[in-house]
């Protein structure tokens, strides 16, 4: 499995991301082993949890490549995940 991240994922975890803690490396770990996984109607995309970390990673697989377009930390984590699958775009 190849994993490339876009400009903005880069930039959010370089710029932001990195001062909680959260690297590239930690992003790939959580694709590899995430605690919960969504697929979002909305965008078309999936999203692979980490709860502990509080960290969501946006991402497009094809032929076992994958994606980041972005990586979303919040300490309301669990609030985001059931609002999303509440009104059915995660599921």
Do not use: C
Not at 11 to 40: A, Q
Not at 62 to 80: A, C, G, L, P
């Amino acid at each position: 499995m190849t994993v490339r991240f876009s400009s903005h994922a880069l930039n959010k975890i370089r710029k932001e991301l990195s001062k909680l803690g959260i690297t590239e490396e930690l992003v790939k770990e959580i694709l590899n082993r995430p605690e919960l996984k969504f697929y979002d109607s909305a965008t078309d995309r999936y999203i692979a949890v980490n709860m502990n970390s509080k960290v969501a990673v946006v991402y497009e697989e094809k032929d076992k490549n994958i994606f980041v377009i972005t990586v979303i930390y919040s300490s309301k984590m669990m609030q985001i995940i059931e609002k999303r699958k509440r009104i059915g775009r995660w599921i």
